[in-house]
């Protein structure tokens, strides 16, 4: 089984910024891609940034120049770099990827349980 623990929101000003972290574990044998999502209140989850199989990165345009993905793969790690975050970035993100099971080999869609980034003076 393969968990995803997100860390690292919280309150910050407009303008501010915040890095979120996301750490894989469990018995992996191999994760294809990441993915960061947010989810407005009563709204779906949308893209935010992600790591394709193919290493390319794309953003939501409403984040480019101010969002930045990146991974440690020795660490299992992704992170998501917030920079002039704005009160419209107030959201609840999720971190996902899809990984291989070391154990049984199989390939699944995981999730994180969400961090909650508030942006408020």
């Known amino acids: 089984q393969v968990q995803l623990v997100e860390s690292g929101g919280g309150l910050v000003q407009p303008g501010g910024s915040l890095r979120l972290s996301c750490v894989a574990s469990?018995?992996?044998?191999?994760?294809?891609?990441w993915s960061w999502y947010r989810q407005f209140p009563d709204k779906e989850r949308e893209l935010v940034a992600e790591?394709?199989?193919?290493?390319?990165?794309n953003y939501a345009n409403s984040v480019k120049g101010r969002f930045a993905i990146s991974r440690d793969i020795d660490k299992s790690t992704v992170y998501l770099q917030m920079n002039s975050l704005k009160r419209e970035d107030t959201a609840v993100y999720y971190c996902?990827?899809?990984?291989?099971?070391?154990?049984?080999?199989?390939?699944?869609?995981?999730w994180g349980q969400g961090t909650q980034v508030t942006v408020s003076s």
């Open positions: 996902h990827a899809t990984a291989q099971s070391g154990a049984t080999m199989d390939w699944g869609d995981y």
């Open positions: 469990g018995t992996i044998f191999m994760i294809k891609d």
């Open positions: 790591f394709t199989g193919d290493a390319i990165i």
